[in-house]
């Protein structure tokens, strides 16, 4: 899930147009169709995906999946979170039921026995992350931007993000989830977020030549001998690549306070301007999303994949309730005056109890 919200009216007379499918040259093709609200997945979208990808995969004419948005804005800019926002304020469970499909859609494109291309073109944020990270081929393009925003609305990166962003090398994927800052190609390629690079102008040209594949023994190997004729996996000059000495020591600290203080005060290899804009940036993100967060990815970090999904889903049965994502899209998407009163308000006035309580009941049912 991420910050985003469409402005796009669902009916049931349209949503059987939110997802396009389609099969050429034992392709499936799979196409997220809401343009206008930059992709942001719903419930119903979930669910019709979670159907193509069953029967697609029970069907022995069908090789491959490619996933791709439609426009030239996102791949999938994340949840439709206006709609589970009004879900909990009237009552209703549109919000639990999505969480529990979407993660189950997320795990099933991890375990998917048949090769996954996703073209993450444009945007790709929160739930837009859940799609591709599972996939078995990531391509980026000069559009791409990647990331998991959630601590910006008092929530926390799940669908997988507790299994990706900590096996990410050193401390850049705990950067990235506790400060939910985007990143480029090169930034994603060096952080394994990815794995191709290809000029935006060249899709064109990919699916023309997916239209044309020669099939052979094996899916995969024919998918990626196609991609190797026309991306590359590595571009130069990774942002990120400099400043790892910096963000491999400060996002090791044991807590948050201590990081945004020493961000503050320590200078790290050339990286002090940085350092004192990524501490702005933390001070205005939920001091409790950005501390339930960084616990949760240094325990990821050591659970496999269907137990980071269990985690999170426990998380997030408690969050609407206990934690700030109501109140951070009431003030960023709702009324958008922009100053969330995040509950503890500071980082200061975090306690590591309250923050230890949302894990507490996962960890004594032997998780």
């Known amino acids: 899930m991420t910050a985003q919200v469409s402005t796009e009216a669902s009916s049931a007379g349209i949503l059987h147009h939110e997802v396009l499918a389609e099969v050429r040259n034992h392709i499936g093709h799979l196409t997220l169709n809401r343009p206008a609200g930059l992709n942001a997945i719903t419930l119903d979208m979930v669910r019709s995906l979670s159907r193509h990808l069953q029967a697609w995969a029970d069907d022995p004419t069908v090789h491959a999946v490619v996933v791709r948005g439609a426009g030239e804005k996102a791949f999938c800019a994340g949840g439709d979170i206006r709609s589970l926002y009004d879900s909990f304020k009237h009552g209703d469970t549109l919000h639990e ?23 993450m073109d444009g945007f790709v944020l929160g739930g837009g992350m859940g799609l591709v990270q599972g996939a078995d081929l990531r391509v980026v393009t000069e559009r791409s931007r990647l990331a998991m925003p959630e601590v910006a609305i008092g929530y926390f990166p799940d669908v997988g993000g507790s299994y990706f962003l900590p096996r990410i090398p050193g401390e850049l994927g705990i950067y990235l989830g506790v400060t939910g800052v985007q990143i480029r190609a090169a930034d994603a390629l060096y952080c394994g977020l990815a794995d191709w690079y290809l000029d935006s102008a060249r899709l064109a040209d990919l699916d023309h030549q997916l239209d044309r ?11 990626q001998g196609l991609l190797a004729r026309l991306a590359v ?3 130069p000059d990774a942002p990120l690549a400099a400043l790892r000495p910096a963000i491999d020591h400060f996002f090791a600290l044991p807590d948050v306070p201590s990081i945004v203080e020493q961000l503050q005060q320590v200078t790290v290899a050339d990286s002090h301007d940085w350092a004192l804009t990524t501490a702005s940036v933390m001070q205005t993100r939920s001091p409790l999303a950005m501390a339930v967060t960084l616990q949760m990815l240094r325990r990821g970090r050591h659970l496999p994949l269907e137990q980071c999904f269990a985690l999170e889903l426990h998380l997030d049965r408690q969050w609407f309730t206990r934690g700030d994502l109501i109140e951070g899209v009431r003030a960023l998407l709702i009324d958008k005056d922009k100053t969330p009163r995040w509950n503890p308000p500071t980082l200061q006035a975090l306690e ?13 049912n032997g998780n």
């Open 97 to 119: 039921d999505f969480f529990v499909e979407e993660y189950a859609l997320d795990l099933a494109i991890h375990n998917y026995r048949k090769p996954v291309l996703a073209l």
């Open 233 to 235: 996996q590595q571009l």
């Open 213 to 223: 594949l020669q099939w052979n023994d094996s899916p995969l190997k024919d998918l």
């Open 352 to 364: 590591a109890g309250h923050v230890e309580s949302f894990f507490r009941d996962f960890d004594k």
